[in-house]
């Protein structure tokens, strides 16, 4: 029997653990983009959930993927219609192809600015690559500490 590969995830926020379907926003609220978890973040500082390469990663600093080196892919999305700021509130810390270790800074996002200017702060945690994922698992609600396990993905073989 082939055992399954098993990623571990951790979260790039520290705040407290929604459902997706509780982000007011349809593309994620329905999972068109992914299925995964939402984070009410408490402070702005973004980590990387795992270790691999930023190949997603939008000029405006509110939304980036990574791709680990097993294939599977990750955004994470701070806030809802966060594109609508144009990069205001938010600092960058990588770039896209640069490779990051889990934990490793991303993103500074000003809560305050963005909090006062965008429709919700909850923050969208997605994997996107579903075909490549047999099952993933995590908790629901609760709170939660950035770099702190947080899901766990099984590939398929």
């Given at each position: 029997?082939?055992?399954?590969?098993?990623?571990?995830?951790?979260?790039?926020?520290?705040?407290?653990?929604?459902?997706?379907?509780?982000?007011?926003d349809?593309?994620?609220?329905q999972?068109?983009?992914?299925?995964g978890?939402?984070?009410?973040?408490?402070?702005?500082?973004?980590?990387?959930p795992?270790?691999g390469?930023?190949?997603?990663?939008?000029?405006t600093?509110?939304?980036?993927?990574?791709?680990?080196p097993?294939?599977?892919?990750?955004?994470?999305?701070?806030?809802?219609?966060?594109?609508?700021?144009?990069?205001k509130?938010?600092?960058?810390?990588?770039?896209?192809?640069?490779h990051?270790?889990?934990?490793?800074?991303?993103?500074?996002?000003?809560?305050?600015?963005i909090?006062a200017?965008?429709?919700?702060?909850?923050?969208?945690v997605?994997?996107?690559?579903?075909?490549?994922?047999e099952?993933?698992?995590?908790?629901?609600?609760?709170?939660?500490?950035?770099?702190?396990?947080?899901?766990?993905?099984?590939?398929?073989?």
């Amino acid at each position: 029997m082939i055992r399954k590969q098993e990623i571990k995830i951790v979260s790039p926020l520290t705040g407290k653990l929604f459902p997706l379907e509780e982000v007011p926003d349809q593309v994620f609220s329905q999972k068109m983009v992914g299925e995964g978890i939402a984070v009410f973040p408490e402070n702005g500082l973004v980590l990387a959930p795992l270790a691999g390469e930023v190949v997603a990663l939008f000029p405006t600093g509110h939304a980036l993927g990574i791709r680990s080196p097993q294939g599977l892919e990750v955004l994470i999305h701070v806030g809802v219609e966060t594109v609508a700021l144009q990069g205001k509130g938010f600092t960058l810390y990588v770039k896209k192809g640069q490779h990051v270790k889990a934990g490793e800074k991303l993103i500074f996002a000003d809560l305050d600015y963005i909090g006062a200017h965008a429709p919700s702060l909850l923050s969208p945690v997605i994997l996107t690559n579903m075909e490549k994922i047999e099952s993933w698992k995590a908790p629901v609600r609760g709170d939660i500490t950035a770099g702190n396990p947080l899901m766990t993905v099984f590939l398929k073989s």
